[in-house]
């Protein structure tokens, strides 16, 4: 549908019945231009529906990768820390230290 077959739409619909006669009467529309608006109008309702419908599903979808998203920042953070917490007794090794010390302070450099 174009957008101008929309627009013309748009109008037929917003006018009255007795303006609707008064526009067959004076020839200016048919009686088939309004069986037609009447058809364009279910198609645009069935239309609307559908986009409803899409809507709704990809609200769906958007909320499952929101929370999937959460979850792996929630993964990525826990991970992090692990490894600052692992790097800090390397880093502690490294410069000296040794693994029997690192027993016995238990988990301060862990």
Do not use: H
Not at 6 to 12: A, H, P, Q, R, T
Not at 82 to 102: C, F, N, P
């Amino acid at each position: 549908m174009t957008p101008e077959q929309i627009e013309e739409i748009k109008y037929m619909l917003s006018m009255t019945k007795e303006q609707c006669e008064s526009f067959v009467d004076a020839g200016e529309y048919s009686d088939q231009d309004f069986i037609d608006l009447y058809a364009a109008s279910k198609e645009l309702l069935a239309a609307l529906e559908e986009s409803k419908q899409d809507e709704s599903r990809l609200q769906t979808a958007i909320d499952w990768w929101d929370n999937y998203s959460r979850d792996k920042s929630e993964e990525l953070a826990e991970a992090q820390q692990t490894i600052a917490r692992q790097q800090k007794v390397i880093d502690w090794y490294e410069s000296g230290g040794s693994m029997g010390e690192l027993v016995e302070e238990g988990s301060d450099k862990a």
